[in-house]
């Protein structure tokens, strides 16, 4: 008798055992499978920060305000006033945040002079890159062949494989975002020949026009950003050229073989109190729901 009480405690107990085991493994797997909401709205539209910047940067900027508000992209207004433009609005105070390049050196000497100390925050991967017609033969350049095309010791197509022809070699104006770039991941110190008026292009869309359009478009090479000349504004004329062998395509940034690159940037004022809603907004455009929308808008997400 008392060993059938035993044997029955031992049952009530195991069978006891069994149902909390139970409850603790839903508990866990029911907790397992509740995941934060990526797409709730960080801020509304009229608490998120005041944005400029370069114009390959529109779409991000666009992009970031849709996700983050829980705005449609096709509701979404921003309004960017270019590369420098940006940043003396930033320097003034006009702007609380730009998606930029990095500063020029007069942009730098704009924001001491104005005792205004600069944060900057890189949030997506770009790369420099070199435009020609589909029609030029040449495919690829070394780096030191581009800097000698540029300060004008090369001057005809057929010293570096290509045509007997002169080379036109566009350049952009001065504090621009893609001439900033090309004196300091390309020129590196070296004097960039004076251009001819005619050689100057002021928006990236005219210098991708000339090249895809101009009566001596074989014989033009001019320089953008790699977002903008495969996304923004695209020409089925025009060819991106390799360097150092290597040519410019999204795995080739990704991973670093094509290696003149920069970074699209958010910009602050250093001064901004650390729980600010631009420190906020910066913290989500670096987060990995922030560098979800940059891949989807087409951007290189930055590692």
């Known amino acids: 008798m008392n060993n059938n009480r035993i044997v029955n405690v031992l049952l009530i107990i195991i069978m006891i055992l ?7 493994g839903y508990m866990y797997f029911t907790q397992e499978k509740v995941e934060i909401d990526n797409t709730e709205a960080i801020f509304t539209l009229e608490n998120y920060p005041r944005i400029d910047g370069s114009t390959a940067t529109l779409p991000l900027a666009e992009a970031f305000k849709a996700d983050f508000t829980g705005t449609n992209l096709e509701e979404v207004e921003v309004n960017h006033s270019k590369t420098h433009n940006a940043y003396v609005n930033l320097i003034n105070g006009d702007t ?4 930029v390049t990095y500063p020029s050196e007069d942009e730098q000497k704009l924001a001491k002079e104005s005792g205004v100390e600069l944060e900057i925050v890189p949030i997506v991967k770009e790369a420099f890159v070199f ?5 030029n033969p040449v495919e690829d350049l070394t780096l030191e062949q581009i800097q000698e095309i540029y300060t004008g010791e090369i001057k005809n197509w057929k010293e570096v494989g290509g045509e007997n022809s002169k080379i036109l070699a566009y350049q952009r104006p001065e504090n621009s975002g893609s001439q900033s770039g090309m004196l300091s991941l390309v020129m590196q110190g070296k004097e960039m020949m004076e251009p001819i008026t005619e050689n100057v292009i002021s928006g990236m869309t005219e210098i991708i026009d000339v090249i895809s359009d101009y009566d001596n478009s074989k014989e033009a090479i001019g320089y953008s950003y790699y977002y903008y000349a495969t996304t923004m504004y695209t020409s089925d004329t025009i060819k991106l050229l390799g360097v150092n062998g290597v040519k410019p395509t999204y795995d080739n940034i990704k991973n670093g073989l094509y290696n003149i690159q920069t970074a699209y940037y958010a910009v602050i004022r250093k001064d901004e109190p650390q729980d600010s809603d631009v420190r906020k907004l910066v913290n989500a455009m670096i987060s990995e729901r922030g560098q979800n929308v940059a891949k989807e808008a087409g951007y290189v997400q930055n590692d």
């Open 131 to 135: 435009l020609v017609n589909k029609d």
């Open 96 to 99: 609380d945040l730009i998606l």
């Open 18 to 24: 069994v149902v909390i085991a139970c409850i603790i």
